[in-house]
């Protein structure tokens, strides 16, 4: 076998690996879940019941708003089990066996991806139930998913940098706490940025979140002609900008996780 093949051999034990701690865990994925259904049964028949969109459901606008918090929140295991497996030792046992470095990284990130792919599904089905309906064409509405697990493999890289960078499950999930809350409640998730007061407003139209849900709500149909969408580029071209920060993500964090990885296991 060449470097590659051992490479993705390896990668593919460790996601292997990582998907048998959920399943023994199943508290790490029902966390994942649970929050965002009590999300969704809040909003849509508490505070949506009192947000009126011109020609559109609340339902039909919030599950989007929805799928892309699910994806922030659950990222966060990948985060928290790197800091885990950092305290436990478990990287250098890693170190002392014949496996691809790169193996640990893509393993935990693939087996997330696994995860959102799940959780997404899952609150697709709990959209259904409440009322959301996908009103775009079938490829488009495949795109959108797609969207949502590009966006999930690319944030998974995130959390793990700054996992890797703060080493602590404690100190990690302080941090992603203070962070992921005012990114998914500063945008346009719940609401229309275009009610937000002003700084707030430019803020909400700017925030990737917004971006990434904008596109979604676009891929699966959800949108109306009688709300105006802001002018701020990336709400302008939500899919295309949705891709750019994909790759900007992938570009920026995956080669800065692999360094911190080196280093923490050098140590």
């Known amino acids: 076998m060449n470097t590659l093949q051992i490479a993705i051999a390896d990668g593919m034990t460790i996601t292997k690996r990582n998907a048998l701690k959920i399943k023994r865990a199943p508290d790490l994925l029902g966390g994942v879940i649970i929050l965002p259904i009590v999300f969704v049964l809040l909003f849509v028949y508490v505070f949506g019941s009192m947000i009126e969109l011109p020609g559109l459901s609340y339902r039909d606008y919030l599950l989007p708003g929805i799928f892309v918090q699910t994806i922030v929140t659950s990222a966060q295991i990948t985060g928290y089990t790197l800091t885990q497996d950092l305290q436990k030792g478990i990287f250098d046992r890693f170190r ?3 496996m ?25 089905l709990v959209g259904l139930v409440v009322g959301w309906r ?3 064409a079938p490829h488009e509405a495949v795109l959108g998913f797609l969207l949502l697990l590009l966006f999930a493999y690319a944030f998974s890289w995130v959390t793990a940098t700054v996992a890797l960078a703060l080493r602590t499950p404690e100190s990690f999930n302080n941090i992603a706490t203070v962070v992921s809350l005012p990114l998914v409640f500063t945008s346009n998730a719940f609401v229309d ?17 917004s971006t990434f849900v904008q596109a979604a709500r676009e891929l699966f149909g959800n949108t109306s002609p009688s709300m105006l969408v802001p002018d701020a580029w990336p709400l302008q071209h939500a899919v295309l900008a949705s891709l750019l920060w994909s790759l900007l993500l992938l570009v920026v964090f995956v080669p800065l996780a692999t360094r911190l990885y080196k280093r923490a296991v050098s140590r």
């Open 96 to 98: 002392t066996l014949p």
């Open 193 to 209: 940025s275009a009610r937000l007061p002003g700084p707030l407003k430019v803020v909400a139209e700017w925030n990737p979140v």
């Open 100 to 124: 691809s470095p790169s193996a640990v990284l893509t393993g935990q990130t693939v087996s997330d991806l696994v995860m959102n792919a799940t959780t997404i599904a899952t609150m697709a």
């Open 134 to 136: 996908i009103n775009s």
